[in-house]
DNA sequence: TGACGTTTATG
DNA sequence: ATAAACGTC
């Protein structure tokens, strides 16, 4: 067979390498790319082999393959189409811009530490090649190398990042899809790294096919992001600060995935948040405004301290938690991954996230503390089981919320604070409605006792024994943590 | 972004 | 007698 020029077209053209940022709007590296003039390959490489990269757990494989079907759609929809590519990041990149013969390679940063060897190892191999490499902001408010202590330090204490991001200037209005979008709509040859379909990632489960619950919630994707966004700003904003913790209420923005993959930009919530309170007219607007910017602060300070604590995922912050006695308990991992653990709030939630792939927030706090306090079991354990099971896993607020949860985070929680689950349950729903959505068993049972099923007159006899009693596993949390000195 | 036992204030 | 307030984990 003659050999055909892989990408025809006398003019060199751009490569934008999509990764972490599955969208056309703000967009940083895409709209540099339409604005070089040049005709755009867009590209993505499924990169299971480099070292230092975390393999996708099930949920977010899941979720990646929606979203990058959904990239491939909306690039088509302008005459173009996504590229997909599978093998080792700083190989393919290079050879990949070497047959397209590409004036330029551009992408939004990553944090990690393994994805920033990989994406300086691709800028190497790039600029000896003479081709131009150029990186964005795509990702954060604030990227970690620009809020330093007055000494020049990181920050490790949340409130003073915050207060500290604040006086660094307001956050950069987003980018509209660019108008003009000069697309490649070839077939994606290369001479040395086959093209695949996006099918043949297999990020979707085949049998038994467990993502029924995942589909029926979401919907993938920019537009999906954009949908929800309009939603929770429309019902949730104006009652976020005081409902925000009521699972039972869903008044949360439930926008944590389209943000791990980039369907949606921290700089568009912000400024879509904004703009809402500024049309609305119900007092408290301001407050519940800066409640949720403060929870997409969680956020930045998570990448703050992934950035500056490469092996957050693996390493305690404290080391001093080194020392913690955990147990290996085999059977209370499971219990608390089934949801049955005897405690309503704690098996509502981990039912809900094993159905969704989702958690609420407030939840997410008690099922950990319970992990990690009342069974006594290493934080990396939860953690683990939420990288594989969330849609919304992320490298830097799974890791870093999890210890804070644990004690271990630099900002961290009290070890002493451990979480009570049936006040937990009774205060924050209080009538039962959450626990009764996810708990069958439940059903018909006063909200007087729906917390508490165990206690006499609660006429429920199916519900799990309690794997562990509070007062007892409450005493032996406090135990070992003294014992850490 | 807790819980809990104890003390103190108020009637 | 009950509820704040307080101290400790």
Request: glycine content about 8%; hydrophobic content about 40%.
């Amino acid at each position: 067979m003659a050999a055909e020029t892989p990408f025809p077209g006398s003019e060199r053209p751009v490569i934008v390498w999509l990764r972490d940022d599955l969208r056309l709007s703000d967009n940083p590296a895409l709209t540099a790319a339409a604005n070089c003039g040049r005709r755009i390959i867009c590209v993505f490489v499924h990169d299971e082999e480099s070292e230092g990269l975390r393999p996708l757990g099930g949920a977010a494989r899941w979720w990646l393959h929606g979203a990058l079907q959904e990239v491939d759609n909306a690039l088509r929809a302008r005459g173009g189409r996504l590229c997909v590519y599978r093998g080792v990041a700083s190989a393919v990149m290079p050879q990949l811009a070497a047959d397209s013969k590409a004036a330029a390679v551009y992408w939004n940063r990553r944090y990690g530490a393994g994805e920033r060897r990989v994406d300086e190892a691709v800028k190497t191999a790039l600029k000896t090649q003479g081709i131009e490499a150029k990186s964005f902001n795509g990702h954060l408010l604030y990227e970690p190398w620009s809020i330093k202590t007055k000494s020049g330090t990181p920050f490790r204490v949340f409130s003073a990042f915050w207060r500290a991001a604040h006086e660094a200037g307001e956050a950069s209005q987003p980018l509209d899809v660019p108008s003009r979008l000069n697309l490649f709509h070839g077939p994606c040859r290369q001479a040395s790294t086959p093209r695949v379909e996006l099918a043949d990632l297999a990020l979707e489960p085949s049998s038994p096919d467990w993502a029924g619950g995942l589909r029926s919630n979401w919907r993938p994707g920019e537009a999906g992001a954009l949908a929800q966004l309009e939603f929770f700003l429309e019902e949730h904003l104006n009652e976020y600060a005081d409902l925000r913790d009521f699972p039972g209420r869903l008044a949360t923005s439930r926008l944590s995935p389209y943000l791990r993959f980039g369907n949606i930009s921290p700089r568009q919530l912000w400024h879509a948040a904004e703009a809402a309170a500024n049309a609305a007219t119900n007092p408290g607007v301001h407050r519940n405004l800066e409640k949720f910017r403060s929870e997409l602060g969680w956020r930045e300070f998570s990448y703050h301290l992934l950035y500056y604590n490469p092996e957050i995922s693996s390493q305690n912050l404290q080391t001093r938690f080194d020392g913690m006695p955990w147990r290996t308990d085999a059977d209370a991992i499971r219990a608390w991954q089934l949801g049955k653990t005897g405690y309503p709030i704690v098996d509502a939630g981990m039912r809900e996230l094993w159905t969704t792939g989702w958690m609420h927030n407030r939840v997410r706090m008690v099922v950990a503390s319970f992990l990690v306090k009342h069974l006594l079991i290493d934080w990396r354990q939860g953690e683990a089981w939420f990288w594989d099971t969330l849609v919304d896993a992320d490298p830097a607020n799974n890791a870093a919320s999890w210890q804070w949860v644990a004690g271990s985070g630099a900002d961290a929680a009290p070890y002493f604070r451990v979480f009570n689950p049936v006040l937990q349950g009774e205060k924050f729903d209080p009538d039962g409605r959450y626990v009764k959505r996810w708990l069958p068993e439940l059903d018909g049972v006063s909200s007087s006792v729906v917390h508490r099923p165990w206690q006499r007159g609660s006429k429920v006899e199916v519900y799990p024994e309690r794997i562990v009693e509070h007062d007892f596993a409450r005493q032996r949390a406090l135990d070992a943590f003294k014992g850490l000195g």
